[in-house]
């Protein structure tokens, strides 16, 4: 089980896709602006989708997760299926009206337009936590 050494929402792990994208770095960083405010912790999707035994094993013995995709492709929910990791909570984020692109430069507003979609997906009010960005970890 992932250990949530952070006062917080609850141990939610937040797997983000980080694909080749705008959409894709857009839940990259909302994971990392996630995981310093405390919301939950930001895991390797990698790990899993390399079928790392514990890192597998910790996905399926979470409590409650959040997948962020960047697209439809949903390569993180994929991921999961394949390694029969129960999906509890899965964000789009092009269904949120952002586009699909390679502009790399991110916008502050679709950051935080994702970090409260996160919280509307998990059924978490967006004022128990801030959603501006901290320069340092909760955790750190």
């Known amino acids: 089980m992932t250990e949530n050494c952070c006062a917080s929402a609850g141990n939610i792990m937040i797997l983000a896709c980080s694909g080749a994208s705008n959409v894709g770095q857009?839940?990259?960083q909302?994971?990392?602006e996630l995981t310093r405010e405390g919301f939950g912790k930001m895991f390797c999707l990698a790990g899993i989708g390399?079928?790392?035994s514990g890192f597998v094993q910790s996905a399926k013995d979470v409590e409650n997760m959040v997948a962020i995709d960047g697209c439809p492709v949903g390569c993180a929910k994929a991921i999961?299926?394949?390694a029969e990791v129960p999906l509890k909570n899965h964000l789009v984020i092009t269904e949120l009206g952002i586009e699909k692109n390679k502009n790399f430069t991110l916008r502050a507003e679709d950051i935080v337009k994702v970090k409260t979609a996160v919280f509307?997906?998990?059924g978490i009010k967006p004022g128990a936590l801030s959603l501006s960005p901290k320069t340092e970890s909760c955790c750190g």
């Open 26 to 28: 857009l839940s990259n």
């Open 30 to 32: 909302a994971a990392i």
């Open 50 to 52: 390399g079928k790392q």
């Open 80 to 82: 999961l299926q394949q």
């Open 120 to 122: 509307d997906t998990c």
